[in-house]
Nanobody, 123 residues
Framework: QVTLIQSGGGLVQAGGSLRLSCAAS????????IGWFRQAPGKEREFVAA????????KYADSVKGRYTISRDNTKNTVYLEKNSLKREDTAVYCC????????????????WGQGTPVTVSS
């Protein structure tokens, strides 16, 4: 079991940058794949990015490739999502999740979730 606590987010202008963090106190955190999903108003939650336990494998949604970077520091039990060149369509509530499964981009694969962090990109 793992409890995920998110931080970061807020209001940013288009073209700007923002970093989200997803942390846990449990030592088991380092054994999980951590993924980020987002849900925009009126839309379903969609996959954004995921990273494996040691950070050597990463997966991104096409919509964020080249603009977002996912990384992790297991000494701090934290995964980061660095977001650059933000667009208005990046506005959403972002959630991190933990999975020990193999289907990183599928929401049902994740058994644990953070509390959600709103990100608003203004023009």
């Amino acid at each position: 079991q793992v409890t995920l606590i998110q931080s970061g987010g807020g209001l940013v202008q288009a073209g700007g940058s923002l970093r989200l963090s997803c942390a846990a106190s449990e030592r088991t955190f380092s054994s999980y794949v951590i993924g980020w999903f987002r849900q925009a108003p009126g839309k379903e939650r969609e996959f954004v990015a995921a990273i494996n336990w040691n950070g050597e494998r990463k997966k991104y949604a096409d919509s964020v490739k080249g603009r977002y970077t996912i990384s992790r520091d297991n000494t701090k039990n934290t995964v980061y999502l660095e977001k650059n060149s933000l667009k208005r369509e990046d506005t959403a509530v972002y959630c991190c999740g933990a999975t020990d499964g193999s289907t990183w981009s599928e929401r049902p694969s994740y058994g644990y979730w953070g509390q959600g962090t709103p990100v608003t990109v203004s023009s």
